[in-house]
């Protein structure tokens, strides 16, 4: 009786965690509806969607294995809500776009960490080598630095793509396309982040690109700061280290979403068809993700092909985008293997 007992308990609590990880995975996926500002618990759970993802899967194994197949039918439900969330990062890439008789450019963004404020000028120069093998006609860069000592990068790159339009500090934007004109979008808040636009003519076709960089989320730099209070002496308590995070975290969704907005009111006033790209900092699904692409539409939603996660190294997120007007339509969407930056250049050819 008594083992009887603890089965039915643990099938009990099994279940309960099935309806729990259910109702949290089906409010992360409105959790881009909800303002970081006014509803932070509700946008959160957007980042915590690939956990709950995997988490109906490994319970929905569990209930079929023990062939609860009413019980199986919650995480199997939830799993079937996720489809749309998946189609983000996962594209089966079937279905080949037809842009037979149209005509292309390419397209690139890739925030290049400054080019690791290495000297020598060799990291910007291999890039610009690998968008002359890509073919690139329009680049955007964040985080992009004007020289690496003695060197002008933007010179060198301004000889193979004949046209430039500077924003503040780290932004930028070259192209083979003459450019007509060009602005900055300030945002009110103190940052380093900021974003630009430039009216490019492409064969008689007037397109204006949007380059941004929105707020980071502030991970990195407690981590940087607590490790430099640890090495002169002074002991980082944990619950003080997490507290610190999760004010960053919450603050940089607030950050990001403020300059969405301001950049979203900015690209409803353009006269011309919009081609986006950037580092948003931010996953899709979120408030700033839906925010940013209004009507465009997603570059690899469109024409990507299997896994798309534009951050190097252990965080396998997709935080740069491509994202274009109606009017455009998307041939080719994918990214590069480079080891320059933290993170990977995105590459989309575009017909028009």
Request: net charge positive.
């Amino acid at each position: 009786m008594a083992k009887l007992g603890v089965y039915k308990y643990i099938a009990f609590m099994f279940l309960v965690v099935t309806l729990l990880t259910s109702i949290f995975t089906l409010f992360g996926l409105f959790g881009g509806n909800a303002n970081p500002a006014n509803e932070t618990a509700m946008a959160m759970l957007v980042y915590i969607l690939p956990m709950l993802v995997w988490a109906n899967v490994i319970l929905l194994i569990y209930w079929l294995v023990r062939r609860r197949w009413h019980w199986s039918l919650i995480p199997f439900i939830t799993l079937l809500c996720c489809i749309p969330y998946s189609k983000t990062f996962f594209q089966l890439g079937l279905f080949p776009t037809n842009v037979e008789g149209m005509r292309t450019m390419k397209v690139a963004t890739y925030n290049v960490a400054l080019f690791g404020r290495e000297v020598m000028g060799f990291k910007a120069e291999d890039i610009l080598s690998e968008m002359k093998r890509q073919n690139v006609d329009i680049l955007c860069f964040q985080e992009y630095m004007q020289r690496s000592g003695n060197k002008d990068n933007t010179e060198k790159y301004l000889r193979h793509f004949g046209h430039v339009a500077k924003g503040h500090d780290d932004m930028i934007i070259f192209s083979r396309f003459p450019i007509n004109s060009s602005g900055t979008i300030n945002f009110m808040n103190r940052t380093n982040n900021s974003s630009m636009w430039a009216d490019i003519d492409v064969n008689g076709t007037i397109i204006r690109v949007f380059n941004v960089h929105l707020e980071t989320t502030g991970f990195n730099r407690v981590l940087r700061n607590a490790a430099k209070q640890e090495l002169s002496g002074r002991h980082v308590e944990d619950n003080a280290l997490v507290r610190s995070i999760y004010d960053n975290y919450t603050l940089g969704m607030v950050n990001r979403a403020i300059q969405a907005d301001i950049v979203a009111k900015e690209m409803e006033k353009s006269p011309y068809p919009i081609i986006l790209c950037g580092d948003f900092n931010d996953v899709p699904y979120s408030y700033v993700y839906k925010l940013m692409k209004g009507d465009l539409i997603d570059g690899f939603k469109e024409c990507g092909k299997g896994f798309m996660f534009t951050m190097r190294g252990k965080k396998k997120v997709r935080i740069d985008y491509i994202f274009h007007d109606k009017s455009l339509k998307g041939a080719e969407y994918y990214k590069e293997d480079l080891s320059y930056s933290d993170h990977y250049p995105v590459f989309m050819k575009i017909a028009y």
